[in-house]
């Protein structure tokens, strides 16, 4: 999946043309436009060690179709340069993925306006400077290649990277909910150039427990909605507002438990056991407090049991008289 480039320019047939014109307002010859091939993305194993699948290859070519290009994937109007107008995957002959696979290549065709703006750009990448670019989807699934685990539902012990029993794991991208864009690189060699993989959680009716289950299998970068950008914020509020309470809780829960002890040992020292106290965890604190208090029904009950214990003795010499 390694780093996206363009190939070179053409001159664009009748038919490109008329693809072309599905998207604009106005007809455009050849003469006014700037078509270039691209090559966006692959199915090989990338730095990240996350490859597509054959079908999502075959879903992203789909969706791909009308995305626009803009620079470093800005997402200012002002920075969309291109638009793809078309799409395909082709095999590299002799050639295989880093796991043994046929080796593919999603290409495109885009074009861009020739205009005093865009002038500076179009030269640019006729002397190969603009060269890489680089690719934005979203995907659902993300399959371990050792255990076969979709890492964007369940959790998964295997690493990406990581030797198990001699091979390397790594996870396979299937069933693409989106493309975005694509962007041509300012600086090419940045390690986050190249293909930036996302996974949808911009269904607007998704729970926090649906957005914080898919946040927790993330392996890569994270596209949410307005909707849920605010959902988190929300949570994590009433987090700030539990965990006030829960402060307040174990404040109250420690001054008991000390207390409790003075009642219960009043031969501890008190300024020792305050500052064991103050450093214990609520599970430890509420343990505590229990075996004071098992302590406190135990001394008021021995009263009572002896009474009743003198009793018995008094009726058994009562009847040995007799």
């Known amino acids: 999946m390694t780093l996206g480039y363009i190939e070179k320019n053409f001159l664009p047939e009748e038919k490109d043309l008329e693809k072309i014109n599905t998207f604009t307002r106005s007809k455009f010859g050849a003469d006014e436009l700037y078509t270039f091939n691209a090559v966006l993305c692959n199915n090989d194993i990338d730095r990240d060690y996350e490859k597509f699948s054959l079908e999502a ?22 920075d969309q340069k291109a638009r793809i107008f078309d799409t395909w995957i082709e095999k590299v002959p002799e050639r295989k993925t880093a796991d043994g696979e046929d080796y593919y290549q999603l290409k495109a065709k885009a074009y861009m306006v020739k205009s005093e703006e865009n002038a500076s750009l179009i030269t640019e990448i006729e002397a190969g400077i603009k060269k890489e670019i680089s690719v934005s989807c979203s ?33 396979v991208l299937s069933d693409v909910s989106d493309a975005y864009e694509f962007s041509f690189v300012a600086v090419p060699a940045q390690r986050e150039a190249g293909v930036t993989k996302s996974f949808d ?49 174990k404040k109250s ?41 098992r302590m406190k029904l135990h001394e008021s009950a021995a009263p009572q049991l002896q009474s009743k214990s003198k009793d018995t003795s008094n009726i058994a010499h009562s009847n040995y008289k007799i």
């Open 201 to 249: 959680i911009k269904r607007e009716g998704d729970s926090m427990t649906d957005i914080l289950k898919t946040l927790k299998s993330c392996e890569g970068s994270v596209t949410v909605s307005k909707q849920q950008a605010d959902k988190i914020v929300s949570h994590i509020d009433a987090l700030d507002e539990d965990a006030q309470l829960g402060r307040e809780y």
């Open 139 to 171: 995907v659902q699934k993300s399959v371990c290649s050792v255990c076969g685990c979709n890492k964007r539902t369940k959790r998964c012990e295997h690493m990406a990277g990581q030797l198990y029993n001699g091979e390397r794991a790594y996870s």
């Open 253 to 293: 829960l420690t001054a008991e438990v000390v207390s409790l002890c003075a009642k219960t040992m009043p031969e501890m020292d008190l300024s020792v056991f305050s500052s064991v106290a103050g450093v214990m965890t609520t599970k430890e604190l509420c343990s505590f407090k229990n075996a004071f208090l």
């Open 57 to 78: 290859l075959e879903q992203l070519k789909e969706k791909f179709v009308g995305k626009t290009g803009i620079s470093d994937h800005s997402m200012r109007a002002s």
